[in-house]
T-cell receptor, first 115, second 113 residues
Framework: GAVVSQHPSRVICKSGTSVKIECRSL??????MFWYRQFPKKSLMLMAT?????????EQGVEKDKFLINHASLTLSTLTVTSAHPEDSSFYIC???????????FGPGTRLTVT | KQEVTQIPAALSVPEGENLVLNCSFT??????LQWFRQDPGKGLTSLLL???SQREQTSGRLNASLDKSSGRSTLYIAASQPGDSATYLC????????????WGLGTSLAVNP
């Protein structure tokens, strides 16, 4: 079946640094990718939607200059958390979907801890 | 605007019980509805996806139903096992707008041996 990977699975960084998270669709072409963040014991919060080759569409309240999303190919999207702060610590999950399917395939998530 | 609600927020049952998790949504123009499972600290596993034209989907001990007119979906788990303990999330997608998912807050299920 379709698989989405995320790298890294865990990352610890210092405040003020930037962190890049990769989301890859391994055996299908992802025309659309979604980025979510999840706070402890909370549901997922959609951050942005990206279509391959286009600029990402950010949800209200999400700073596009802080959370940079690039979807340069049909199999790879990246989320860069710039100038990370402790409040950016969270679980980040991506989901990928190709043009012909109804549902998305979710990655295993990336646990970001900013110290 | 689509809103998704899940009841109960938490559920604890003894092993072997059949149980029902509820999900309600406000906009009947739903494109599809999905049920997911999430284990602590882990990503999401898609369990069942029901298209708007379907009434139910089954996979093993799981059965999910969709009633658009009442704005409800249920996830039925038969003969629950301790391994079923997890958080169960439902999410609805509307047509258009990239069919982005609107999420419920989940039901935390504990199946006790």
């Amino acid at each position: 079946g379709a698989v989405v990977s995320q790298h890294p699975s865990r990352v610890i960084c210092k405040s003020g640094t930037s962190v890049k998270i990769e989301c890859r669709s391994l055996d299908f072409q992802a025309t659309t990718m979604f980025w979510y963040r999840q706070f402890p014991k909370k549901s997922l919060m959609l951050m942005a939607t990206s279509n391959e080759g286009s600029k990402a569409t950010y949800e209200q309240g999400v700073e596009k200059d802080k959370f940079l999303i690039n979807h340069a190919s049909l199999t790879l999207s990246t989320l860069t958390v710039t100038s990370a702060h402790p409040e950016d610590s969270s679980f980040y999950i991506c989901s990928a979907r190709d043009a012909g399917t109804s549902g998305g395939v979710f990655g295993p998530g990336t646990r970001l801890t900013v110290t | 605007k689509q809103e998704v609600t899940q009841i109960p927020a938490a559920l604890s049952v003894p092993e072997g019980e059949n149980l029902v998790l509820n999900c309600s949504f406000t906009d009947s123009a739903i494109y599809n509805l999905q049920w997911f499972r999430q284990d602590p600290g882990k990503g999401l596993t898609s369990l069942l996806l029901i298209q708007s034209s379907q009434r139910e989907q089954t996979s093993g001990r799981l059965n999910a139903s969709l009633d658009k007119s009442s704005g409800r979906s249920t996830l039925y788990i038969a003969a629950s096992q301790p391994g079923d303990s997890a958080t169960y999330l439902c999410a609805g997608a509307n047509a258009g707008n990239n069919r982005k998912l609107i999420w419920g807050l989940g039901t935390s299920l504990a199946v006790n041996p």
